[in-house]
């Protein structure tokens, strides 16, 4: 499938810094979300999500805003949507792709 096995080291270890600030485990964060745990650790270790609901999901386990979870700052908001529009150019991809 296409856009699967992209590597995102540092937003994996944000996610996991986050995580880690919570106070949760890998296992509490994976059920949060409705991932495998499995699924959750390659997050952790810099495999790229595919979709844009597990994104959601991880800020509502973590108890963080989309800023937070991308890093960035309240202002940054025209970052924000480009990774918004990177999300939404692999979601018609996989689209595509089935």
Known sequence: MKGEGK???EFGKRLKK???KQ????????RASGVAVS????WEN???ITGCRPYFKLTMALGVSFYQLFG???GQKD???LHLD?????IQEVRNAL
């Open 7 to 9: 590597i995102d080291i």
């Open 18 to 20: 986050l995580r880690m």
């Open 23 to 30: 106070k949760l485990s890998p296992e509490e964060v994976a």
């Open 39 to 42: 699924t959750y650790r390659e």
């Open 46 to 48: 810099g495999r790229a």
């Open 72 to 74: 960035l700052e309240d």
């Open 79 to 81: 970052k924000i949507l």
């Open 86 to 90: 990177a999300m939404t150019n692999l």
